[in-house]
């Protein structure tokens, strides 16, 4: 199975300014198709999780362009360009290349300084 | 809108069992494949079962194997989880998903329940 592994696993940020959080596989995720088989999500307290990218890079309908999924192969990066109050929560990056099963990273908690 | 609603969690004994429901609107429910996902308290996602359009294809991860099983009626546009021989580590809230196709594959799960949490203890 592959193994995604996140971090950091928690992540203070002031509003206003950028933040990243990397997620890394143990395998590649590039198919031979050329795609990336790689989602992040958002899970805001108390809510279920919510798609933010899908295909690495690709945002889901909805979700500001502040947010910027980047990447290949085993390294991949989840950018937020000004962190807003509304940001925080936590951020899974999932795999899709290897299934079943899809693997979730251990999330990322984002805060609020 | 689309929406996905839970129903049939609660309290149940170890090795005891539950069945999960969970409705469907707003999409064509017997076009899209569904899963369910759980997370245990405090914890992060677990991908537990998907079934394919036609409930043809199914899959469960292997800690859940061999005692749920997945199902659906695209007739009810519903979607259901049995779940026997429940053990303490099964406790979690369990999300019914959609699943929806990118290159080629179901790859990204667009959409969420509310979940249903499925307490196991003595």
């Known amino acids: 199975d592959i193994v995604m592994t996140q971090s950091p696993l928690s992540l203070p940020v002031t509003p206003g300014e950028p933040a990243s959080i990397s997620c890394r596989s143990s395998?590649?995720?590039?198919?031979?198709?050329?795609?990336?088989?790689l989602d992040w999500y958002l899970q805001k307290p108390g809510q279920s999780p919510q798609l933010l990218i899908y295909?690495?890079?690709n945002r889901a309908s909805g979700v500001p362009d502040r947010f910027s999924g980047s990447g290949s192969g085993t390294d991949f990066t989840l950018k937020i360009s000004r962190v807003e109050a509304e940001d925080v929560g936590v951020y899974y990056c999932?795999?899709?290349?290897?299934?079943?099963?899809?693997?979730f990273g251990q999330g990322t908690r984002l805060e609020i300084k | 809108e689309v929406q996905l609603v839970e129903s049939g969690g609660g309290l149940v004994k170890p090795g005891g069992s539950l069945r999960l429901s969970c409705g469907a609107s707003?999409?064509?429910?017997?076009?899209?494949?569904m899963n369910w996902v759980r997370q245990a308290p405090g914890k992060g996602l677990e991908w537990v079962s998907s079934?394919?359009?036609?409930?043809?294809?199914?899959h469960y991860a292997d800690s859940v194997k061999g005692r749920f099983t997945i199902s659906r009626d695209n007739t009810k546009n519903s979607l259901f989880l049995q779940m026997n021989s429940l053990r303490v580590d099964d406790t979690a809230v369990y999300y019914c998903?959609?699943?929806?196709?990118?290159?080629?594959?179901?790859?990204?799960?667009?959409?969420w329940g509310q979940g249903t949490l499925v307490t196991v203890s003595s």
């Open positions: 998903v959609r699943g929806v196709s990118g290159g080629g594959r179901v790859s990204t799960f667009d959409y």
């Open positions: 707003g999409y064509t429910f017997k076009d899209y494949t």
């Open positions: 079934i394919n359009s036609g409930g043809i294809y199914i």
């Open positions: 395998q590649s995720l590039l198919h031979s198709n050329g795609y990336i088989y």
């Open positions: 295909l690495a890079s």
């Open positions: 999932m795999q899709a290349l290897q299934i079943p099963p899809y693997s």
